[in-house]
C-alpha cells in the first residue's frame, strides 16, 4: 500500500525503469531505436508524454526542458516518439493500476462504473474505420471511441480500451474488461443505458460480480422490458428468472409464451455462452440467468428502470436509486479528463501517437488523484466540507513528474480548495468536443 506522495512517484519511476529493460517488446525497431544514449532517451520520452498539458508542442518542450541553447527541437521529439508502439503507454498505464490498485469499499462491495466517451482527432478522410463525412454542411471529422472503468470511490480508472469511432462496440468492451478485471471483493458494476444486453449481464454474472444497469424505460421497443410481461403500475420490483436459448424448436416455440420464463436470443445477437446456431437434431441448450426489473420514480417526476442481481433484501429499490446516483462520478471523470487533464488537446495527427497521448492522460489522472488522497485539508469551522481543487492539483502534479517542485506536492495541493456544495443541479449541456487545433493553443 503506498502512504506519501513520493512513493507514488517512485513506484511509476520504477515501472518506467522496467519498461526500458523490456524496450525491445515496445519499440518498431529493437536493434537500433534508442540504443544510443541521448538526450530524448526512452525513459524520457515516456515522462514528456505523461507530463504534457494542452499547449502546442512546442510551448510543452520548453516547459521540460527550459529554454536554453540545447533546447530539444520539435522536430527531434517526433522522431524519437515515432520509435515507441502505441502499446508502450498502454502497458505502463494497466501495470500503474495493477501496483496502485487499493480498494475502497461501499458496504462492502467495491463500486465500479463503465461508460464510453467520443474523442474528436484531427480529420483524415484515408482511416475509414474512424472518418465520418458530416452532415447539413458541417465539416468532416474523426472520432475514437474510450471506453473506461471507474472506481467510483478511489476516483481513478481500472481499465480502458480505445476504439475506432464507426467499429466501435461498447458492449464488447465492457464485457473484455469484466472479463479480464481482478478484485479480491464483492463488486457491484454500474452502467448507464447502451449496455444493455443479455451478454453483458451473463459475464458479470459468471465473473460472480453483481450489476446495477440502467435500461430502456417503459418497455420501449428494443429494450429488455419490451420483451417481458411487467405490472401496470408506475413504480414496481420484478423478479424475472430466465432460461436463454437460441433454439426455435416446436417444442420451444410453445415455451416461449411463457415470456417471463424464457427468451430466445436471435443468432445475430451476441451470446458468449450459447453456440451462435442451435443444432436442430440435438437438445436445445438454456442459460440461466435471474435478475431484478425495478421502475421508481425521480425527484423531477419522470421514471426509471434498472436491472440488477442484487439481494432486494439490502438493496430495496429506495436504494438501489441513492447507489445508481453515484454512477455520476464517471461521467464528472470524463469532463475533468478531457477538459483539466487535456484529453482534447492531443499533440499529434497520427492515431498512434494519439492512443500514445490518451493512456498517459488516463495515468496521469489517477496519478493525481492517488496523490491528491495524501493531502489534509483543514475541515474546521468552515461552513462547507472542502475538497482540492483538481486543476490546481493537476498542475502541481505535472511539476512533480518533471520534478520541478519539493517532494511533498500534496502539502501545496491542500493550500488550493473547493467547497463542495451537495444538491446543486444543472441541465445537461450535450454539444460536440471539437479536436483543439495545433494553431489556436494556449502560450
Same mark, same amino acid.
Given at each position: 500500500m503506498l502512504?506519501?506522495?513520493?512513493?507514488?512517484?517512485?513506484?511509476? +519511476?520504477?515501472l518506467i525503469h522496467h519498461l526500458k529493460s523490456t524496450k525491445n517488446l515496445y519499440v518498431k525497431n529493437p536493434e537500433k531505436d534508442f540504443t544510443r544514449e541521448r538526450k530524448l532517451s526512452f525513459e524520457k520520452v515516456i515522462t514528456c508524454l505523461l507530463g504534457m498539458g494542452g499547449g502546442s508542442l512546442a510551448?510543452? #518542450?520548453?516547459?521540460?526542458?527550459?529554454?536554453?541553447? @540545447? #533546447?530539444?527541437?520539435?522536430? &527531434?521529439?517526433?522522431?524519437?516518439?515515432? !520509435?515507441?508502439?502505441p502499446s508502450a503507454l498502454e502497458t505502463l498505464f494497466h501495470r500503474f493500476v495493477e501496483k496502485s490498485e487499493c480498494a475502497s469499499l461501499y458496504e462492502g462491495y467495491r463500486l465500479l462504473a463503465v461508460d464510453g466517451s467520443a474523442l474528436q482527432i484531427p480529420t483524415d478522410k484515408n482511416d475509414m474505420d474512424s472518418f465520418f463525412p458530416g452532415a447539413s454542411n458541417k465539416e468532416p471529422y474523426n472520432l475514437l471511441h474510450l471506453n473506461a472503468m471507474y472506481d467510483l470511490l478511489t476516483h481513478t480508472y481500472t481499465d480502458a480500451i480505445l476504439q475506432k469511432g464507426r467499429v466501435r462496440d461498447e458492449t464488447r468492451?465492457? +464485457?473484455?474488461?469484466?472479463?479480464? &478485471?481482478? *478484485?479480491?471483493?464483492? +463488486?457491484?458494476?454500474?452502467?448507464d443505458r447502451g449496455f444493455e444486453s443479455y451478454n453483458v449481464f451473463a459475464h458479470i454474472q459468471e465473473k460472480g460480480w453483481h450489476y446495477l444497469i440502467r435500461v430502456k424505460d417503459g418497455g420501449v421497443n428494443g429494450g429488455i422490458g419490451h420483451g417481458?410481461?411487467?405490472?401496470?403500475?408506475?413504480?414496481?420490483?420484478?423478479p424475472i428468472h430466465l432460461l436463454l436459448t437460441r433454439s426455435q424448436s416446436k417444442e420451444n416455440k410453445k415455451l416461449l409464451t411463457n415470456r417471463n420464463k424464457?427468451?430466445?436470443?436471435?443468432? *445475430?445477437?451476441?451470446? @458468449?455462452?450459447?453456440?451462435?446456431?442451435a443444432d436442430s437434431e440435438a437438445h436445445a441448450l438454456f442459460y440461466k440467468i435471474s435478475f431484478r426489473l425495478v421502475r421508481f420514480r425521480l425527484p423531477n417526476g419522470t421514471y426509471e428502470t434498472v436491472i440488477t442481481n442484487l439481494n432486494p433484501e439490502s438493496f430495496p429499490s429506495i436504494k438501489l436509486?441513492?447507489?445508481?446516483?453515484?454512477?455520476?462520478?464517471?461521467?464528472?471523470?470524463?469532463r475533468q479528463l478531457k477538459h483539466t487533464v487535456g484529453l482534447l488537446h492531443f499533440h499529434a495527427k497520427k492515431a498512434e501517437f494519439i492512443q500514445q497521448e490518451v493512456f498517459a492522460?488516463?495515468?496521469?489522472?489517477?496519478?493525481?488523484?492517488?496523490i491528491t488522497a495524501f493531502a489534509v485539508i483543514?475541515?474546521? @469551522? !468552515?461552513?462547507? +466540507?472542502?475538497?482540492?481543487?483538481? *486543476?490546481?492539483a493537476m498542475h502541481i502534479c505535472r511539476l512533480f513528474i518533471r520534478s520541478n517542485t519539493p517532494s511533498k506536492p500534496e502539502i501545496f495541493i491542500a493550500k488550493f480548495i473547493t467547497p463542495i456544495r451537495p444538491g446543486r443541479s444543472a441541465p445537461r449541456v450535450r454539444t460536440a468536443k471539437s479536436f483543439a487545433n495545433f494553431s489556436y493553443r494556449t502560450a
Amino acid at each position: 500500500m503506498l502512504h506519501t506522495a513520493a512513493e507514488v512517484k517512485e513506484m511509476l +519511476t520504477n515501472l518506467i525503469h522496467h519498461l526500458k529493460s523490456t524496450k525491445n517488446l515496445y519499440v518498431k525497431n529493437p536493434e537500433k531505436d534508442f540504443t544510443r544514449e541521448r538526450k530524448l532517451s526512452f525513459e524520457k520520452v515516456i515522462t514528456c508524454l505523461l507530463g504534457m498539458g494542452g499547449g502546442s508542442l512546442a510551448n510543452e #518542450l520548453m516547459d521540460q526542458f527550459g529554454c536554453n541553447a @540545447d #533546447l530539444v527541437t520539435v522536430s &527531434a521529439f517526433i522522431q524519437q516518439r515515432n !520509435k515507441l508502439l502505441p502499446s508502450a503507454l498502454e502497458t505502463l498505464f494497466h501495470r500503474f493500476v495493477e501496483k496502485s490498485e487499493c480498494a475502497s469499499l461501499y458496504e462492502g462491495y467495491r463500486l465500479l462504473a463503465v461508460d464510453g466517451s467520443a474523442l474528436q482527432i484531427p480529420t483524415d478522410k484515408n482511416d475509414m474505420d474512424s472518418f465520418f463525412p458530416g452532415a447539413s454542411n458541417k465539416e468532416p471529422y474523426n472520432l475514437l471511441h474510450l471506453n473506461a472503468m471507474y472506481d467510483l470511490l478511489t476516483h481513478t480508472y481500472t481499465d480502458a480500451i480505445l476504439q475506432k469511432g464507426r467499429v466501435r462496440d461498447e458492449t464488447r468492451a465492457l +464485457t473484455d474488461m469484466v472479463d479480464r &478485471a481482478v *478484485s479480491t471483493h464483492p +463488486t457491484i458494476l454500474l452502467a448507464d443505458r447502451g449496455f444493455e444486453s443479455y451478454n453483458v449481464f451473463a459475464h458479470i454474472q459468471e465473473k460472480g460480480w453483481h450489476y446495477l444497469i440502467r435500461v430502456k424505460d417503459g418497455g420501449v421497443n428494443g429494450g429488455i422490458g419490451h420483451g417481458l410481461d411487467l405490472p401496470s403500475q408506475d413504480e414496481f420490483d420484478v423478479p424475472i428468472h430466465l432460461l436463454l436459448t437460441r433454439s426455435q424448436s416446436k417444442e420451444n416455440k410453445k415455451l416461449l409464451t411463457n415470456r417471463n420464463k424464457y427468451k430466445h436470443i436471435h443468432y *445475430s445477437q451476441n451470446f @458468449d455462452f450459447l453456440p451462435q446456431k442451435a443444432d436442430s437434431e440435438a437438445h436445445a441448450l438454456f442459460y440461466k440467468i435471474s435478475f431484478r426489473l425495478v421502475r421508481f420514480r425521480l425527484p423531477n417526476g419522470t421514471y426509471e428502470t434498472v436491472i440488477t442481481n442484487l439481494n432486494p433484501e439490502s438493496f430495496p429499490s429506495i436504494k438501489l436509486k441513492q447507489l445508481y446516483a453515484m454512477r455520476w462520478g464517471i461521467e464528472n471523470s470524463f469532463r475533468q479528463l478531457k477538459h483539466t487533464v487535456g484529453l482534447l488537446h492531443f499533440h499529434a495527427k497520427k492515431a498512434e501517437f494519439i492512443q500514445q497521448e490518451v493512456f498517459a492522460r488516463l495515468l496521469m489522472y489517477n496519478f493525481t488523484e492517488l496523490i491528491t488522497a495524501f493531502a489534509v485539508i483543514d475541515k474546521d @469551522d !468552515k461552513r462547507y +466540507t472542502y475538497q482540492a481543487n483538481f *486543476s490546481v492539483a493537476m498542475h502541481i502534479c505535472r511539476l512533480f513528474i518533471r520534478s520541478n517542485t519539493p517532494s511533498k506536492p500534496e502539502i501545496f495541493i491542500a493550500k488550493f480548495i473547493t467547497p463542495i456544495r451537495p444538491g446543486r443541479s444543472a441541465p445537461r449541456v450535450r454539444t460536440a468536443k471539437s479536436f483543439a487545433n495545433f494553431s489556436y493553443r494556449t502560450a
